[in-house]
């Protein structure tokens, strides 16, 4: 056991090492030991909160961990890579769902000890288990859309924004009508979670599976800060700290992704919108027209093109159809032509998800200027492009950041110079 | 209001910001990792999970408590180990590992 009043400071290290950790995910060198660390404060987070005097008896914690944490290494073993951002949906439900639990007890546990409520932590439970209920239900609904349980289009009904607006009143009355009554009406709390989880599947119905990314990287924010909520209630900074670095992290990165599919966050949210990916608008809203082209025509434009993006998309990854764009592009510059390769952050299913499935083939991942012996030696379907994908990736979209990133590379895309794009399905050419 | 909410405030709003300034120079290839990293870091409210398994509030801490603890272990674990696996293919050179 430790002398009280330690645990606070052991906490601060845990907080600390997140930090760290998160700062050390900006470059891929470092990324995989800055997850260790903040893994090493989360452990330490763990081992103190045992050690501390609050614990009274571990059978009941023995069995959640070893369920939990078989669950958990089992499920992110077995999962593929194509199927991550399901995977994170769920986890996210689960994190949301363990911090409505985490509320939802400290409510009922003020009803069971008859020891009256700080009218703060009542504030924080009604807010830890409204955040905690919509991010489990919301969660669970993206998980569905994404494995494709469910639709993935828009499931919309009359005056659904009407309703919607409804459900969330109803859930503050009743949580202001919790705070000032005195005592804890345990049926008005059931009846606010109830409309909570409603409301989480209410709020991702609406929106289409290919907008599935943005919804994610918001119910990772908002399970952050269901977190930073069940911190208040408790008492406990390292909680604050960590659900408010995941809240703005998950914020940013739908923010980044919105800009990425020029929308907005709120046309994501309340458009009805992405249901299926937009085929046959043929003008851009820069006038540029698209033409499709035949399988002939596209080898013979291939052929004499002087510079060919390669945009791949979800379908090239899940199709194991890298090594032939390889290929393509060896024939290519056999013939003097160009190739390059650029990844729209939001490809795939969720950000940077393209990345990730890319570099999943296990060989060819050298450099850039030896990749191709080295691709060529290591044969077979394995063979990868992903190389020039990642450092074509980085510089896509802010031309004057990207030495930044990749500084050995030329920087040659950010001239614009399009003749020929190719994306993943069917062959597409712009002029 | 008490100290230790208003300080709960301030810990929360400067850690936001932080969270702003670490993020955002994250590059688009990191983004998923990222995502998958960050919401292990959520599952931190395993904390509270285990204090109310591991009190003396009969079945809250026998069934809330043990859900809530199942919960946050599965995102907590789930959550490093995939984000471990991912990374680990981002690794530049692939003789090192």
């Given at each position: 056991?430790?002398?009280?009043g330690?645990?606070?400071?052991?906490?601060?290290?845990?907080?600390?090492?997140?930090?760290?950790?998160?700062?050390?995910?900006?470059?891929?060198?470092?990324?995989?030991?800055?997850?260790m660390?903040?893994?090493?404060?989360?452990?330490?987070?763990?081992?103190?909160?045992?050690?501390?005097?609050?614990?009274?008896?571990?059978?009941?914690i023995?069995?959640?961990?070893?369920?939990?944490?078989?669950?958990?290494?089992w499920?992110?073993?077995?999962?593929?890579?194509?199927?991550?951002?399901q995977?994170?949906?769920?986890?996210?439900?689960?994190?949301?769902?363990?911090?409505?639990?985490?509320?939802?007890?400290?409510?009922?546990?003020?009803?069971?000890?008859?020891?009256?409520?700080?009218?703060?932590?009542?504030v924080?439970?009604?807010?830890?288990?409204?955040?905690?209920?919509?991010?489990?239900t919301?969660?669970?609904?993206?998980?569905?859309k994404?494995?494709?349980?469910?639709?993935?289009?828009?499931?919309?009904?009359?005056?659904?924004?009407?309703?919607?607006?409804?459900?969330?009143?109803?859930?503050?009355?009743?949580?202001?009508?919790?705070?000032?009554?005195?005592?804890?009406?345990?049926?008005?709390?059931?009846?606010?979670?109830?409309?909570?989880?409603?409301?989480?599947?209410?709020?991702?119905?609406?929106?289409?599976?290919?907008?599935?990314?943005?919804?994610?990287a918001?119910?990772?924010s908002?399970?952050g800060?269901?977190?930073?909520?069940?911190?208040?209630?408790?008492?406990n900074q390292?909680?604050?700290?960590?659900?408010?670095?995941?809240?703005?992290?998950?914020?940013?990165?739908?923010?980044?992704?919105?800009?990425?599919m020029?929308?907005?966050?709120?046309?994501?949210?309340?458009?009805?919108?992405?249901?299926?990916?937009?085929?046959?608008?043929?003008?851009?809203?820069e006038?540029?027209?698209?033409?499709?082209?035949?399988?002939?025509?596209?080898?013979?434009?291939?052929?004499?093109?002087?510079?060919?993006?390669?945009?791949?998309?979800?379908?090239?990854a899940?199709?194991?159809?890298?090594?032939?764009?390889?290929?393509?592009?060896?024939?290519?510059?056999?013939?003097?032509?160009?190739?390059?390769?650029?990844?729209?952050?939001?490809?795939?299913r969720?950000?940077?998800?393209?990345?990730?499935?890319?570099?999943?083939?296990?060989?060819?991942?050298?450099?850039?200027?030896?990749?191709?012996?080295?691709c060529?030696?290591s044969?077979?379907?394995?063979r990868?492009?992903?190389?020039?994908?990642?450092h074509?990736?980085?510089?896509?979209?802010?031309?004057?950041?990207?030495?930044?990133?990749?500084?050995?590379?030329?920087?040659g895309?950010?001239r614009?110079?399009?003749?020929?794009?190719?994306?993943?399905?069917?062959?597409?050419?712009?002029? | 209001?008490s100290?230790?909410?208003?300080?709960?405030?301030?810990?929360?709003?400067?850690?936001?910001?932080?969270?702003?300034?670490?993020?955002?120079r994250?590059?688009p290839?990191?983004?998923?990792?990222?995502?998958?990293?960050?919401?292990?870091?959520?599952?931190?409210?395993?904390?509270?999970?285990l204090?109310?398994?591991?009190?003396?509030?009969?079945?809250?801490?026998?069934?809330?408590?043990?859900?809530?603890?199942?919960?946050?272990?599965?995102?907590?674990?789930?959550?490093?180990?995939?984000?471990?696996?991912?990374?680990?293919?981002?690794?530049?050179?692939?003789?090192?590992?």
């Open positions: 056991m430790m002398p009280a330690l645990a606070p400071l052991i906490y601060l290290v845990s907080a600390a090492l997140f930090i760290m950790g998160m700062k050390r995910l900006q470059s891929p060198d470092t990324a995989r030991n800055g997850n660390m903040s893994g090493i404060g989360m452990l330490i987070a763990i081992v103190v909160t045992l050690l501390d005097q609050q614990i009274l008896s571990f059978q009941v023995i069995a959640g961990v070893v369920v939990g944490g078989g669950l958990g290494f499920m992110a073993r077995s999962v593929k890579m194509t199927s991550m951002p995977m994170v949906a769920l986890l996210n439900g689960f994190g949301g769902g363990a911090s409505l639990l985490v509320a939802g007890a400290e409510f009922l546990k003020a009803d069971m000890t008859g020891a009256p409520l700080a009218i703060e932590t009542n924080t439970i009604q807010l830890g288990s409204l955040i905690g209920s919509v991010t489990l919301g969660s669970f609904i993206a998980f569905l994404l494995q494709e349980l469910m639709t993935g289009k828009p499931v919309t009904f009359p005056l659904q924004k009407t309703f919607n607006a409804l459900v969330f009143l109803s859930i503050l009355a009743l949580a202001i009508w919790q705070v000032v009554t005195p005592g804890q009406q345990v049926e008005i709390y059931y009846a606010m979670a109830g409309l909570s989880l409603l409301l989480g599947v209410l709020l991702v119905i609406p929106i289409g599976g290919a907008d599935m990314p943005v919804v994610i918001l119910l990772n908002y399970s800060i269901a977190a930073a909520m069940t911190g208040f209630v408790i008492d390292v909680l604050i700290v960590a659900g408010a670095l995941v809240g703005s992290s998950g914020l940013i990165l739908s923010n980044i992704m919105c800009k990425a020029n929308r907005s966050l709120a046309n994501v949210l309340f458009g009805a919108f992405g249901g299926d990916s937009a085929g046959g608008s043929s003008k851009s809203s006038g540029l027209t698209v033409n499709e082209v035949s399988v002939e025509d596209a080898a013979l434009r291939l052929a004499y093109a002087r510079l060919v993006i390669v945009v791949p998309g979800y379908g090239l899940v199709a194991q159809a890298q090594h032939v764009v390889r290929e393509l592009a060896d024939l290519i510059k056999k013939n003097g032509g160009e190739v390059k390769y650029a990844i729209h952050p939001v490809a795939g969720m950000p940077g998800h393209m990345n990730v499935l890319l570099a999943e083939a296990p060989s060819g991942r050298r450099r850039v200027g030896d990749r191709g012996q080295r060529r030696q044969g077979g379907s394995q990868s492009i992903q190389p020039d994908l990642r074509a990736d980085s510089r896509r979209r802010e031309c004057p950041e990207h030495h930044r990133h990749e500084a050995q590379h030329e920087p895309v950010c614009h110079p399009e003749r020929v794009v190719l994306s993943s399905k069917d062959v597409h050419v712009v002029w | 209001m100290e230790g909410i208003i300080l709960g405030i301030v810990v929360f709003t400067l850690a936001t910001f932080l969270g702003f300034e670490l993020i955002q994250v590059p290839t990191l983004h998923t990792p990222l995502m998958s990293g960050s919401n292990a870091i959520s599952g931190i409210t395993i904390v509270g999970a204090i109310i398994a591991g009190g003396d509030f009969g079945w809250i801490s026998q069934y809330v408590g043990f859900g809530a603890v199942v919960l946050a272990m599965i995102n907590v674990v789930g959550g490093y180990t995939v984000t471990d696996r991912m990374l680990r293919m981002f690794r530049k050179d692939p003789e090192e590992s």
